[in-house]
């Protein structure tokens, strides 16, 4: 099942947050985004809060996405941005694809239908 990572990030200034921005998508294209079973990369900056950032991350399964997190923790890849003063908060999902038919939402993977959820 593919892994999704959302991390949440709020800077001291709007300023701070468009310089690791800068770093940030940089780093993605030499590394992220080479890296085995990275399916999504992407970095959305707050149009009303411009000092938070979301960095969103896909991979093609568990297995790939700790060799990813391990990779990032062994030293071997150029160092992650850190920003005094940033805060950063993480959450990790399995991901499944829903589909609506006939107006309700359900699994996509025939194999795990559910009854799904009926909006009225």
């Not at 770093?23 to 085995?36: K, L």
């Not at 829903?98 to 993977?109: K, M, N, P």
Request: proline share 8%; glycine share 4%.
């Amino acid at each position: 099942m593919p892994i999704r990572a959302l991390i949440s990030f709020t800077f001291p200034s709007a300023e701070a947050a468009e310089a690791e921005l800068a770093v940030r998508v940089e780093r993605c294209r030499a590394v992220e985004a080479g890296e085995p079973g990275c399916l999504q990369y992407e970095i959305f900056r707050s149009a009303m809060k411009p000092e938070k950032l979301v960095l969103i991350e896909l991979w093609e399964s568990e297995a790939l996405f700790d060799e990813h997190w391990q990779l990032n923790r062994s030293g071997t890849l150029p160092p992650q941005p850190q920003t005094p003063g940033r805060t950063a908060s993480a959450e990790f999902y399995v991901q499944k694809v829903f589909a609506s038919v006939d107006g309700v939402w359900a699994a996509a993977e025939p194999e795990r239908r559910l009854d799904g959820i009926r909006w009225y």
